[in-house]
């Protein structure tokens, strides 16, 4: 089930702005990330690590908050909520480097951790604007 994205807000996911993505430790306790992104039109898909925290927090339960904020206008914000669908690998630091292009950054290399990289599918059941 994907929610529509309520209009006018289209662009705070084309743009590239960092979110924040919220999830809960396997511990219970909430864990807030500064994410980039990019919208496939259907998920948010992020770069990330195996062997961090936010990967571990994801596996153990898939359910996530993912906030951006218009950086021209900081009362105006979107919220999704949904679950961690799939992980793909990224050894090859393909999805990195679409990232660093998007944000404008694209002579950045890539990280010395290029081997463990995935890309979160998190698919997209709520979205609420503000």
């Known amino acids: 089930m994907i ?16 979110g924040v ?3 809960v430790s396997p511990h219970g306790a909430p864990d807030q ?5 990019k919208w496939d039109g259907a998920h948010l898909r992020m770069s990330h690590t195996i062997p961090r925290r936010k990967f571990t927090s994801l596996q153990a339960n898939p359910n996530y908050s993912f906030l951006i904020t218009d950086p021209d206008a900081p009362s105006r914000s979107l919220e ?3 679950w ?4 793909l690998g990224d050894e090859e630091g393909e999805f990195y480097r679409e990232l660093n292009e998007h944000y404008g950054e694209p002579e950045n290399g ?16 709520r979205f609420s604007a503000k």
Request: cysteine-free; hydrophobic content about 45%.
């Open 33 to 37: 990330t500064p994410m980039r992104f």
């Open 21 to 23: 993505l919220a999830t």
């Open 84 to 87: 961690l669908v799939t992980v």
């Open 3 to 18: 929610s529509k994205v309520p209009a006018g807000f289209e662009d705070l996911l084309q743009r590239p702005i960092v």
């Open 80 to 82: 999704t909520q949904g």
């Open 110 to 125: 890539l990280p010395a951790d290029v081997y463990d990289r995935v890309v979160l599918i998190l698919d997209t059941t």
